[in-house]
């Protein structure tokens, strides 16, 4: 099975992933078959985001919500700051933004060992350019718009 998650309009997490893109993301109109949901688990654990092979109930996603795990804790953040993204952040970049990169860039290398190429441009738009999405949305910020 192949991951395809052509991403028509980004939808900007606060941490910066790309939801749209995201073989996570189960919100319409980017629902997943339990084969997608199965397959990603089985990717997760390939690349290491997860130790071993999770339910499609664990991997899928419907958002950032404050209840959700992060080990960054950014939709709290971002909540307590009265914004949406990090990006929209005065202190953008903080230690812990910067650590969450860091920590990110960190699976790549695994990713473009385990994945097919179309898997890869996927997380790649999903998950590896959250910096730069970040740097767009503060550096709009502080041209005011």
Known sequence: MVLTFETVVKIIAACGND??????????????????????????MKIGYRDHIVTNEEISCTGCKPENWCRYHV?????????????????YPCDNMKECFEVTRSFEPACRK??????????????????KNQYKAFSEGKRGG
């Not at 939801?19 to 997760?44: D, G, M, N, S, V």
């Not at 939709?75 to 202190?91: A, H, L, Y």
């Open 19 to 44: 939801c749209a893109a995201c073989p996570r993301y189960i919100t319409h109109p980017y629902e997943k078959t339990a084969e997608e949901l199965q397959h990603t688990a089985e990717l997760w």
């Open 75 to 91: 939709v709290k953040c971002c909540q307590e700051r009265g914004i949406s993204k990090c990006g929209d952040c005065s202190d």
């Open 114 to 131: 385990v994945c097919t190429d179309e898997e890869y441009e996927s997380l790649k738009a999903a998950f590896f350019e959250k910096e």
